[in-house]
């Protein structure tokens, strides 16, 4: 009696404090498997494919009617210099970021003949997709997977029974763009070669791969097959973009690729990809809980998240307008190497992706955007002398990734672009914040002040100075809004924002001189554009008689609040940021807007909560994967409105100012949620919300916990 006793009262000990004592990470262990993506119908073809990557290698994986495993292989890197895609000559500039080909895996006899059972499953924790095909002694088992750590596509198929596994290659560029090599041994290989007479950016750059597979043998150039029936079969699929002169050239630098990858284990392999996989969910993670919205909003943040994944740790930033993976889109006859919007870099839409890698940890992923547009910094440093005569650079809103000035000179005509300066400060303000969460001074040294230097050194000599001696921004544009206007609020409350902080960096970073010039232009900028509307303080859009005609749907005076963070929570004259936002005259919702992040900075839980909710659950109506976001104003799947729903659910439950930290400063009070998200200087914040309360607060390193402040209790 005293031992069953003592056992229930040692089981209810351990319930109780279970809590305290659980594993780093439970909560997500515990969740996030809600979320897998599970499907009871295959196909039949893109549209309803499903998103895979390593973060540079993509695929969209669906299984056709007659049971066939089919992905699209796509690359970050795959830039075709042939831009026969494109419609509109402007959208050929930049080349076209091509798929590499279609993979189709056939299994005989068809498990799916004799029994319409079918399971196909994203697994989110371990970054892989595993379909279930038939039944019983049918059933057949195919598990894909791109290696987080190495180049390389595995699919790995179990059966119940023997059966012959086919393997074939389909490209619809063969005999037009691809060459598929001839006479390869027990392998496929194919590749895409621009011409050295394309863009000399793009000029012999070459990409493809090798499809390999122990017992597989070649029926033809484009098809594998088992030479008897097996139950298990492992196919893997080399991809590789390189520089080179010739096909032979980069065949025999991928050939050392994958000796190289073939002689490690694949269990190995298989089990440090997971490792991967589960070291990135712990990094960061939102779980909202109550109505059916909250549980679609979720979902729509953790989807965006791992697609985010998939694509972001390659050679070049995610393209905004589909990323890695544009499915085919028959009702318009355009295949999956078409997106609009072309090729080129939009920053204004490229950035929606980037600025919620902060809060979640996902400081790697920013690093192709970095990389991309510091290496474009000297050359158009270089035009911008040639052209008007003095130092600093700027940033073309839409640029291919090498860069480049094209509308530049005194009689360039206005036009949503053309006068547009804005992008290198907003990169700058996201550079410094990525320097204040990691405390990274080598990234100082090498990109944020050479990018930062450079664009204040723009706005410094590019502009003249009024009768006052204040900075003369005219003629300039206030974002696409509002064309060739005069000083319009964008860059002025970007250029206090980037300046007050730069100049504040520690002590032996800058140089003295550098820094009185900082300090001196800051004293000559011009106050942010003010007016009364309906006798309330409000922000404007640039500064003059509000008579400029507007050419798109966008509300530059909030930059202000966002991206800049002038005006906010916990800041001056909060009223009047609240007082313009309500006065804001558009109020679109969904892709770039930006409402739902200002609305949180400012405090309006149940706005954020409306634009986050939209945001974060606007499918396309055409694709099946939950979070491939309709087009909007872009091309589906849309990155800007998940990035920008991401965004927006981050800033309802945290905001930084500095060294302080806001907890739950807009989070509505129907939601519940468990969070952990990073903060500057190296923190982690995670708790959770119940009832309208924060609890199980846990701040790591500790000693920031005196910097936080739960915004639900009263001061």
Not at 211 to 231: A, F, R
Request: charged share 20%; hydrophobic share 40%.
């Amino acid at each position: 009696m005293k031992k069953n006793t003592l056992l229930i009262i040692t089981i209810l000990f351990l319930i109780i404090v279970s809590p305290v004592f659980a594993k780093p990470g439970a909560v997500v262990d515990t969740l996030l498997d809600k979320y897998n993506v599970s499907w009871n119908s295959p196909g039949p073809g893109s549209a309803q494919s499903m998103p895979l990557g390593n973060g540079d290698i993509g695929l969209n994986v669906w299984v056709e009617k007659n049971g066939d495993l089919v992905f699209y292989i796509s690359k970050t890197d795959a830039w075709g210099g042939e831009p026969d895609t494109q419609k509109d000559e402007w959208m050929k500039q930049g080349g076209v970021l091509m798929k590499l080909g279609a993979i189709r895996v056939s299994i005989s006899p068809d498990p799916l003949a004799n029994s319409p059972v079918f399971k196909q499953v994203l697994k989110l924790k371990t970054g892989e997709i595993v379909i279930q095909e038939g039944e019983g002694t049918s059933l057949v088992t195919l598990r894909v997977w791109v290696d987080a750590n190495n180049p390389v596509i595995r699919v790995e198929t179990q059966s119940v029974k023997p059966a012959t596994i086919k393997v074939k290659l389909e490209s619809w560029r063969a005999g037009l763009t691809d060459t598929i090599l001839n006479n390869q041994r027990k392998r496929i290989a194919w590749y895409h070669h621009n011409s050295s007479t394309a863009d000399p950016h793009l000029a012999n750059l070459t990409f493809g791969a090798i499809i390999k597979g122990k017992g597989l043998e070649n029926m033809d150039n484009l098809t594998l097959q088992s030479g008897k029936k097996v139950k298990s079969q492992l196919i893997s699929i080399y991809p590789l973009t390189s520089v080179s002169a010739s096909g032979d050239r980069w065949l025999s630098d991928l050939e050392r690729k994958v000796n190289q990858i073939e002689k490690l284990k694949l269990e190995q392999t298989r089990l440090t990809h997971q490792q991967w996989w589960q070291q990135f969910w712990q990094r960061s993670w939102v779980f909202v809980h109550g109505d059916e919205q909250a549980s679609n909003v979720t979902q729509g943040y953790v989807l965006q998240r791992f697609v985010t994944a998939c694509a972001g740790r390659g050679a070049y930033p995610i393209k905004f307008n589909g990323s890695i993976f544009v499915a085919d889109n028959p009702a318009k006859n355009e295949n999956a190497d078409f997106r609009a919007w072309g090729g080129q870099y939009w920053f204004q839409n490229t950035r929606a992706m980037y600025w919620p890698r902060l809060m979640a940890g996902d400081f790697d992923m920013m690093q192709p955007l970095f990389r991309m547009y510091a290496s474009i910094l000297p050359a158009n440093a270089a035009q911008v002398q040639q052209y008007y005569h003095h130092g600093g650079a700027y940033f073309a809103e839409t640029a291919p990734f090498w860069g480049g000035l094209d509308f530049m000179g005194p009689d360039v005509k206005a036009n949503y672009t053309n006068h547009y300066f804005t992008p290198i400060l907003e990169l700058s303000m996201m550079m410094l914040d990525y320097y204040e969460y990691t405390g990274d001074t080598a990234f100082v040294k090498k990109t944020l002040l050479p990018v930062a230097t450079a664009g204040l050194q723009f706005f410094d000599q590019h502009f003249g100075r009024d009768s006052t001696g204040k900075l003369l921004l005219d003629p300039d544009n206030a974002i696409e809004m509002f064309w060739k206007v005069h000083n319009p609020a964008p860059d002025i409350a970007g250029l206090q924002a980037v300046l007050s902080r730069m100049i504040k960096l520690p002590g032996g970073m800058v140089d003295e001189k550098t820094l009185s010039q900082w300090e001196k232009l800051y004293d000559e900028l011009p106050p942010l554009p003010i007016s009364n509307n309906n006798n309330k303080k409000v922000l404007l859009p640039y500064t003059g008689p509000q008579t400029a005609k507007s050419f798109n749907s966008e509300n530059p005076e909030l930059y202000a609040i966002y991206p800049f963070r002038i005006y906010g929570l916990g800041k001056p004259d909060l009223d009047v940021a609240v007082n313009t936002f309500n006065a804001r005259k558009q109020r679109s919702k969904g892709c770039w807007v930006q409402d739902p992040i200002q609305a949180a900075m400012l405090g309006q839980a149940d706005v954020a909560k409306e634009y986050v909710s939209f945001a974060l659950t606007r499918k396309d109506p055409t694709l099946k994967f939950p979070a491939f976001w309709d087009k909007g104003n872009d091309y589906m799947p849309d990155e800007d409105n998940g990035g920008n729903g991401e965004n927006g659910l981050q800033q309802m439950l945290m905001q930084v100012n500095g060294k302080k930290i806001m907890l739950l400063p807009a989070w509505p009070a129907a939601w519940d949620a468990d969070f952990k998200l990073n903060a500057p200087y190296n923190t982690t914040v995670e708790g959770r919300v119940e009832n309208g309360k924060l609890i199980n607060l846990k701040v790591s390193p500790e000693s920031r916990m005196a910097d936080v402040t739960d915004m639900t209790k009263p001061e």
